[in-house]
Protein backbone atom coordinates (compact mmCIF):
# COMPACT_ATOMS: atom_id res chain seq x y z
CA UNK A 1 0.00 0.00 0.00
CA UNK A 2 1.22 3.46 -0.89
CA UNK A 3 -0.37 6.86 0.64
CA UNK A 4 -0.27 9.99 -0.88
CA UNK A 5 -0.94 13.35 0.43
CA UNK A 6 -0.96 16.46 -1.24
CA UNK A 7 -0.47 19.86 0.08
CA UNK A 8 0.27 23.59 -1.85
CA UNK A 9 -2.96 24.70 -3.28
CA UNK A 10 -4.60 27.71 -2.29
CA UNK A 11 -6.77 30.80 -3.64
CA UNK A 12 -4.65 32.75 -6.01
CA UNK A 13 -4.52 35.49 -8.76
CA UNK A 14 -4.52 34.71 -12.68
CA UNK A 15 -0.82 35.24 -13.65
CA UNK A 16 0.90 33.82 -10.39
CA UNK A 17 2.25 30.19 -9.51
CA UNK A 18 1.88 27.64 -7.08
CA UNK A 19 4.12 24.48 -6.30
CA UNK A 20 2.08 21.50 -5.57
CA UNK A 21 3.59 18.70 -3.71
CA UNK A 22 2.73 14.94 -3.01
CA UNK A 23 4.77 12.48 -0.45
CA UNK A 24 4.31 9.16 -0.95
CA UNK A 25 4.32 6.79 2.10
CA UNK A 26 3.99 3.39 3.03
CA UNK A 27 5.88 0.48 -0.08
CA UNK A 28 7.77 3.42 -1.44
CA UNK A 29 10.33 0.92 -2.16
CA UNK A 30 8.46 -0.55 -5.61
CA UNK A 31 8.59 1.47 -9.05
CA UNK A 32 6.09 3.74 -9.62
CA UNK A 33 4.77 6.27 -11.77
CA UNK A 34 3.35 9.62 -11.00
CA UNK A 35 0.43 11.46 -11.90
CA UNK A 36 -1.27 14.48 -11.23
CA UNK A 37 -4.98 14.93 -12.07
CA UNK A 38 -7.52 17.78 -11.77
CA UNK A 39 -11.21 17.67 -11.32
CA UNK A 40 -13.23 20.77 -11.73
CA UNK A 41 -17.00 21.35 -10.42
CA UNK A 42 -19.11 19.78 -12.95
CA UNK A 43 -16.59 17.60 -14.97
CA UNK A 44 -14.78 14.26 -15.04
CA UNK A 45 -11.30 13.92 -13.75
CA UNK A 46 -8.84 15.13 -16.39
CA UNK A 47 -4.57 13.89 -16.55
CA UNK A 48 -2.11 17.24 -16.11
CA UNK A 49 0.92 16.06 -15.70
CA UNK A 50 2.50 12.68 -15.56
CA UNK A 51 6.35 11.53 -15.19
CA UNK A 52 8.20 8.25 -15.42
CA UNK A 53 9.67 6.15 -12.35
CA UNK A 54 13.35 7.70 -13.26
CA UNK A 55 11.78 11.17 -13.98
CA UNK A 56 13.46 11.43 -17.88
CA UNK A 57 10.20 11.04 -19.42
CA UNK A 58 6.97 13.35 -18.90
CA UNK A 59 3.75 14.15 -20.52
CA UNK A 60 1.35 16.43 -20.03
CA UNK A 61 -2.47 17.63 -21.30
CA UNK A 62 -2.43 20.51 -24.30
CA UNK A 63 -3.58 22.91 -21.96
CA UNK A 64 -0.72 23.32 -19.32
CA UNK A 65 2.20 22.67 -22.22
CA UNK A 66 4.32 25.56 -21.07
CA UNK A 67 3.03 26.44 -17.99
CA UNK A 68 3.09 23.48 -15.52
CA UNK A 69 6.24 21.33 -14.67
CA UNK A 70 6.20 18.01 -13.02
CA UNK A 71 8.94 17.11 -11.43
CA UNK A 72 10.12 14.27 -8.89
CA UNK A 73 12.76 13.51 -5.77
CA UNK A 74 12.62 9.49 -4.69
CA UNK A 75 15.11 10.42 -2.31
CA UNK A 76 12.45 11.80 -0.58
CA UNK A 77 9.53 10.23 -2.40
CA UNK A 78 8.09 13.62 -3.61
CA UNK A 79 6.46 14.67 -6.86
CA UNK A 80 5.97 18.64 -7.87
CA UNK A 81 4.05 20.03 -9.92
CA UNK A 82 5.07 23.55 -10.59
CA UNK A 83 2.22 25.74 -11.88
CA UNK A 84 3.40 29.11 -13.28
CA UNK A 85 0.52 31.77 -15.38
CA UNK A 86 -2.53 30.28 -13.51
CA UNK A 87 -5.53 30.62 -15.18
CA UNK A 88 -9.40 31.11 -13.98
CA UNK A 89 -9.53 27.93 -15.87
CA UNK A 90 -7.22 25.84 -13.63
CA UNK A 91 -9.24 26.02 -10.84
CA UNK A 92 -9.73 22.56 -9.39
CA UNK A 93 -9.38 19.89 -6.87
CA UNK A 94 -6.00 18.12 -7.87
CA UNK A 95 -4.72 14.82 -7.26
CA UNK A 96 -1.36 12.89 -7.20
CA UNK A 97 -1.53 9.59 -8.43
CA UNK A 98 0.87 6.46 -8.66
CA UNK A 99 0.54 3.76 -10.95
CA UNK A 100 2.90 0.08 -9.58
CA UNK A 101 5.50 -0.74 -12.16
CA UNK A 102 5.02 -4.58 -12.76
CA UNK A 103 7.86 -4.98 -14.97
CA UNK A 104 11.39 -3.24 -15.51
CA UNK A 105 9.86 -2.65 -19.14
CA UNK A 106 7.62 0.16 -17.75
CA UNK A 107 10.11 1.96 -16.48
CA UNK A 108 9.39 4.95 -18.78
CA UNK A 109 5.94 4.37 -18.90
CA UNK A 110 3.78 7.44 -18.35
CA UNK A 111 -0.05 6.79 -18.30
CA UNK A 112 -2.80 9.57 -18.63
CA UNK A 113 -5.61 7.45 -17.98
CA UNK A 114 -7.35 7.72 -14.61
CA UNK A 115 -8.24 3.59 -14.47
CA UNK A 116 -4.20 3.24 -14.83
CA UNK A 117 -3.46 4.16 -11.50
CA UNK A 118 -3.40 2.31 -8.31
CA UNK A 119 -2.80 4.98 -5.84
CA UNK A 120 -4.44 8.45 -5.00
CA UNK A 121 -4.23 10.96 -2.39
CA UNK A 122 -7.13 12.91 -1.10
CA UNK A 123 -6.46 16.06 -2.98
CA UNK A 124 -5.65 19.94 -2.68
CA UNK A 125 -7.63 22.63 -4.27
CA UNK A 126 -6.67 25.18 -6.33
CA UNK A 127 -8.70 28.01 -7.11
CA UNK A 128 -8.03 31.18 -9.71
CA UNK A 129 -9.44 34.01 -9.62
CA UNK A 130 -9.18 36.39 -12.55
Known amino acids: QVQLVESGGGLVQAGVSLRLSCAAS????????MGWFRQAPGKEREFVAG????????RYTDSVKGRFTISRDNAINTVYLQMNSLKPEDTALYYC???????????????????????WGQGTQVTVSS
Open 26 to 33: GRTDSNYA
Open 51 to 58: ISRSGTNT
Open 97 to 119: AAVVLRSVLLRQWVPSGANEYDY
